[in-house]
T-cell receptor, first 113, second 119 residues
Framework: AQSVTQPDIHITVSEGASLELRCNYS??????LFWYVQSPGQGLQLLLK??????LVQGIKGFEAEFKRSQSSFNLRKPSVHWSDAAEYFC???????????FGTGTSLTVIP | ETGVTQTPRHLVMGMTNKKSLKCEQH?????MYWYKQSAKKPLELMFV???????ENNSVPSRFSPECPNSSHLFLHLHTLQPEDSALYLC??????????????????FGAGSRLTVL
């Protein structure tokens, strides 16, 4: 069965520090991969996506993610975190049926001054 | 308005009430989704519509009744809910499937959600 694991429930980083959020997935084929961000009281906003090609993808707000097939991972990174990045981050897998998406449980990011 | 709009943003209802959640998308998409978001749980897919036809009902209790009158509007009718149904209900839309986007995959665009509290 397909699944998405975000092993870190909560991460705290200092403003200006680098960030890496982990995501592992279980799926028999190459999936479509997504990272979403959710601010309090809001819906999910797409940060970036991987469909094929270059395994390092760039997203909005200075985020990037790298697809590593051998590790079944799609970790999200940002070189310098801003206080406004504090939010909940969700990794998701989309199947090639086009209508099935599986989400992780999310990682809550706190940014301290 | 642009994007996906959900109303109401907050709803408090008793267990015997009947209420509805509304979702409207202005993206020209043809697929619409209802998800339930509970604390510390993965998003739970409830229903999927593609060109107004329901394609997924993820074993959702009958006290939740979806309606999709056209590709731009999606409703979730609520009746005789339980306190454990309290959650954030998210609507999403996407291009139709399986064609999806020109790159061959679909991307979900979410609304801001309706926070439901059942007393």
């Amino acid at each position: 069965a397909q699944s998405v694991t975000q092993p870190d429930i909560h991460i705290t980083v200092s403003e200006g520090a680098s960030l890496e959020l982990r995501c592992n997935y279980s799926y028999g084929a190459t999936p479509y991969l997504f990272w979403y961000v959710q601010s309090p009281g809001q819906g999910l906003q797409l940060l970036l996506k991987y469909f094929s090609g270059d395994t390092l993808v760039q997203g909005i707000k200075g985020f990037e993610a790298e697809f590593k097939r051998s590790q079944s991972s799609f970790n999200l990174r940002k070189p310098s975190v801003h206080w406004s990045d504090a939010a909940e981050y969700f990794c998701a897998v989309g199947l090639n049926t086009g209508n099935q998406f599986y989400f992780g449980t999310g990682t809550s990011l706190t940014v301290i001054p | 308005e642009t994007g996906v709009t959900q109303t109401p943003r907050h709803l408090v209802m008793g267990m015997t009430n009947k209420k509805s959640l509304k979702c409207e998308q202005h993206l020209g998409h043809n697929a619409m989704y209802w998800y339930k978001q509970s604390a510390k749980k993965p998003l739970e897919l409830m229903f999927v519509y593609n060109f107004k036809e329901q394609t997924e009902n993820n074993s959702v209790p009958s006290r939740f009744s979806p309606e999709c009158p056209n590709s731009s509007h999606l409703f979730l009718h609520l009746h005789t809910l339980q306190p454990e149904d309290s959650a954030l209900y998210l609507c999403a839309s996407s291009p139709s499937f399986p064609q999806g986007t020109s790159s061959g995959a679909n991307v979900l665009t979410f609304g801001a959600g309706s926070r439901l509290t059942v007393l």
